[in-house]
């Protein structure tokens, strides 16, 4: 059922991209990091489609290809190309893009893969990976925030809400009149124990509202190696903030 396909390039090289018919509703081509070309499409579908759909995407294929070897020579980070890396929990994870007729995300705990309308279109990709992290973001801090709630349930604060927004100068803020904690998306990138920190501070401005010492007492009770996280997300801002 397998078939490949010989696509001559613009430099006159030829490469051969292979087409497997899968078990799936849509088609997807994919460029693994040693430069083999892979088109995934449905049982039933049509071969002359597909051939079409790689003539009309050998510039992206070329682009990928070249992105790759670059990739490889400048051990990029942070970077939403075909083999650079993105950074999840303060751990890399290699990215791969596929060109698709729809756009999904998926994280299968080892590699970031993005499936996209416009796989050459950078501002897109860092649109559609940015809706993906704050998902992603919102359930991970939604889950920090239950584990520390029931230390201010006994304070009369308002029940408090997260709002997650890229920022470029802090990793959060707090609206103590409605509870609704500010977190930066680009917190998601750094530790765990980062994160708990920032929002740990946060709530505490529920009860706290300045940097005083009473403030600082509240905090040192629940998470004693405060200062610490605090140098740790100094170091973190100055890597993941930009
Ligand atoms: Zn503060």
């Known amino acids: 059922m397998d078939n490949i396909y010989t696509l001559s390039l613009s430099d006159n090289n030829t490469i051969n991209i292979f ?12 460029i693994a990091p040693d430069l ?39 051990n990029i980070k942070d970077a939403l190309i075909n083999g650079g890396t993105v950074k999840i929990l ?4 290699i990215v791969y893009i596929y060109s698709s007729n729809e756009n999904k995300i998926i994280f299968d705990g080892f590699t970031i893969n993005i499936y996209s309308k416009m796989p050459n279109d950078t501002d897109y990709l860092q ?49 103590i009149s409605t509870g609704e904690i500010t977190l930066n998306l680009h917190l998601f990138k750094a530790s765990a124990q980062c994160i708990d920190y920032v929002i740990l501070h946060e709530l505490t401005h529920l009860v706290h509202p300045g ?12 998470m004693p190696n405060y200062r ?15």
Request: proline fraction near 4%.
């Open 228 to 242: 610490e996280i605090e140098k740790q997300l100094d170091t973190e801002a100055a890597q993941l903030l930009y």
């Open 19 to 30: 087409i497997i018919r899968k078990k799936i509703k849509n088609y997807y081509m994919k």
């Open 127 to 175: 649109k559609q990976y940015n809706e993906f992290l704050k998902a992603e973001a919102y359930e991970y801090f939604k889950k920090v925030l239950n584990k520390y709630l029931p230390i201010f349930q006994k304070y009369n604060v308002p029940n408090p809400t997260i709002k997650i927004k890229p920022l470029k100068s802090k990793w959060g803020s707090c609206r």
């Open 211 to 222: 940097h005083k010492k009473r403030f600082y007492n509240f905090l040192e009770k629940y």
């Open 90 to 93: 303060d751990s890399q994870y």
């Open 36 to 74: 083999t070309v892979e088109v995934s499409i449905p049982l039933k579908m049509d071969i002359n489609v597909i051939y079409d759909f790689i003539n009309s995407h050998k510039k992206w294929i070329e682009k990928s290809i070249n992105k790759f070897k670059k990739a490889k020579q400048d």
